[in-house]
């Protein structure tokens, strides 16, 4: 079973830095030609409202901003046309102002509450997806038609009870690689395949239930989102980057997240080499990007968000050196030291996903 874990932290009360991984979802019976989906999501510069519509045009859509008592219409522009049977659905984004205190769809049931400053609630999600992955010499299935082998709409819903303030993604959003094996009626019927709405809809869309409409979502992207696997669907979907004309692109650029006492330094380490021998290119590529985000102010109160815990420790053991646990993140680990060997940044707390681990944790109220 596809490892993952869920934690609730109160801020106040800070979590431990470990990789974070949590299990949500299900497929759905709704026709896909009808589906409709909203969220909202941070970026660089504030909130991301993003939908995808069946319909030919966006939806209508209403803010309220603090302190009024009226909602104020929002007008959605088209992120992505429909791109054939791969992805057959509209995409439509807004940027929202930072005085936004909640984003509703009518005609979706959307109502979204937003919190920017004060933010006390996180729930930590990644590496979602159900596997199905079948080679010449190994079989790797989920049964994702089981809930209790993939009971991701149960904690689902659990987690949208808690009414987080804010929910974080670790990356890693599609696991269905390939044809579910004839005579397995695990996962018979389930669509395979990256850069398909299908499966992107199977593995997040669908078993997120309402929990996308719970808070706004900080989305990181996994390794599972790179250009050679699922890059295209982020980019449409996911991306806080601009679509531009819908091409890939493997490198995205750290930002900085602002909450009232509190901060989040997120990178895009997707494509980050795990093991030896360390990639050069890429230690030079990431070690800029970690000077960059080392000048942030107040470091003592922020969290590093990356896909790969760059300190941790993989003990599957096709990945064992001479059977001891291997290190994930080599190339991770040089770029953040500088050429004399000392470490570039330093923040509060690190969390990521990538080396699974399966847990429910809530660490509840201090």
Not at 141 to 169: K, R, Y
């Amino acid at each position: 079973m596809q490892p993952a874990a869920i934690r609730r932290i109160e801020r106040k009360v800070w979590a431990l830095p470990l990789a974070l991984l949590v299990f949500l979802a299900s497929c759905g019976d709704r026709e896909i030609g009808g589906d409709q989906y909203g969220w909202v999501q941070y970026g660089p510069d504030g909130f991301q409202a993003r939908a995808i519509t069946s319909d030919a045009t966006c939806p209508r859509a209403t803010m309220r901003l603090e302190g009024a008592q009226q909602s104020r219409d929002v007008v959605l522009s088209v992120r992505a046309e429909p791109a054939g049977a791969d992805f057959p659905n509209l995409v439509c984004e807004a940027d929202l102002p930072r005085r936004a205190t909640s984003f509703q769809i009518p005609a979706f049931g959307l109502d979204v509450t937003l919190r920017h400053g004060m933010v006390n609630w996180v729930a930590i999600l990644g590496d979602t997806g159900c596997r199905i992955k079948v080679n010449d010499t190994t079989m790797d299935t989920q049964a994702c038609n089981d809930p209790d082998a993939w009971p991701l709409p149960t904690m689902a819903e659990a987690v949208a009870a808690e009414e987080p303030d804010l929910i974080l993604h670790a990356g890693d959003i599609l696991y269905r690689e390939d044809p579910c094996p004839a005579g397995n009626m695990g996962c018979a019927g389930s669509p395979y395949g990256y850069d398909k709405y299908a499966t992107n809809r199977a593995d997040f869309f669908e078993p997120m239930g309402r929990l996308l409409g719970t808070a706004a979502w900080v989305m990181v992207r996994g390794n599972h989102e790179t250009c050679g696997r699922n890059g295209l669907a982020w980019m449409r979907y996911f991306s806080p980057e601009p679509y531009g004309d819908g091409s890939c692109v493997e490198y995205e650029p750290p930002y900085t997240l602002e909450f009232d006492s509190w901060k989040m330094l997120v990178m895009d380490t997707a494509a980050s080499r795990d093991d030896a021998p360390v990639d050069p290119t890429q230690v030079e590529l990431y070690r800029e990007q970690f000077l960059e985000l080392s000048s942030v102010p107040d470091l003592d109160r922020a969290w590093l968000l990356t896909h790969h815990p760059i300190w941790g420790m993989n003990t599957r053991p096709s990945k064992e050196v001479d059977g001891m646990p291997a290190l994930v993140s080599q190339t991770l680990m040089a770029a953040i030291r500088n050429t004399e060997g000392d470490q570039i940044l330093s923040t509060e707390t690190t969390v990521a996903g990538h080396a699974h681990y399966f847990g429910f944790l809530d660490y509840g109220s201090p």
